[in-house]
């Protein structure tokens, strides 16, 4: 082999990334995503980080 990857793989690759990119670029566009003035009271900034990492180790389990 000559270690070189088909042409068709290459523009078949090229173009999911490109996909990939303008529909991230078109999320990243919407302002509607933004969350503004998020208020959160000490217990329930503990309950969320705990929560986090709680989320994670059960996901390293499986």
């Known amino acids: 082999m000559i270690d ?3 042409e068709a793989i290459v523009l078949i690759y090229d173009e999911i990334l ?3 990119n ?3 670029y078109w999320i990243a566009r ?3 995503f ?3 003035n998020i208020t959160f009271s000490g ?3 503990v309950m969320s980080y705990a929560l986090v990492f ?3 180790k059960v996901d390293k389990k499986i």
């Open 43 to 45: 217990l329930l900034l």
């Open 18 to 20: 490109r996909t990939m």
């Open 22 to 24: 303008k529909s991230i």
């Open 34 to 36: 933004i969350f503004e």
């Open 54 to 56: 709680w989320i994670k």
């Open 4 to 6: 070189r990857l088909p």
């Open 30 to 32: 919407k302002e509607n």
